[in-house]
């Protein structure tokens, strides 16, 4: 949709088309696990399997996208699934990462147990406290990671000061806004 309308509007109407076999004009849930395909590659509408796509997820990417004034949408089944992605779309082996010394126990397992597995190399530090996250910085920063509120502590990060200390350094900044 454009630009032109209004949030409600694309709250509403982006990412709805009617259904092509029904005429239904709110796109039905579809609960299937996979769909058939016109040999091996040949998908129907872009379609193999529920995990990778379906029409029900792609109508709420479409509609996302549209309220966020964005090219495109991501929706995973969970947060830490999102972070992954995140984490494997952005990094490669050697790089590093400056994340919350409060962060979510997934967030911090999945820094820990995962990416440092796969050469991804993090350090914690107090993202309250702007200096702290400056200092934390190295040469092979690729991000900064902060989380506001933080889970479970309820810290709160200044995410414009953040913002400018990754700004400076050429890195990107990462929020998870989870608890907001």
Request: charged residues 20%; aromatic residues 8%; glycine residues 10%.
């Amino acid at each position: 949709m454009s630009d032109q309308h209004s949030f409600e509007t694309l709250a509403i109407h982006a990412g709805n088309t009617a259904d092509p076999l029904t005429g239904a004009v709110v796109p039905p849930i579809y609960q299937v696990s996979t769909y058939k395909q016109d040999g091996v590659g040949g998908l129907r509408g872009g379609y193999e399997y529920s995990r990778s796509a379906n029409p029900t997820r792609t109508a709420l990417e479409e509609n996302l996208a549209a309220l966020e004034g964005g090219r495109r949408g991501l929706a995973f089944a969970s947060g830490l699934a999102a972070e992954d992605c995140l984490l494997r779309t952005l990094l490669t082996p050697g790089d590093h990462v400056v994340i919350p010394n409060d962060a979510y126990g997934g967030t911090f397992r999945l820094f820990a147990k995962v990416a440092s597995r796969w050469g991804v190399e993090f350090s914690v530090a107090d993202t309250s406290d702007v200096d702290a996250v400056r200092a934390a910085i190295t040469p092979r920063t690729k991000a900064v990671w902060v989380e506001t509120p933080s889970n479970p502590l309820l810290g709160i990060t200044d995410i414009a000061a953040v913002a400018g200390v990754a700004r400076q350094a050429g890195v990107r900044l990462v929020v998870d806004n989870t608890f907001a």
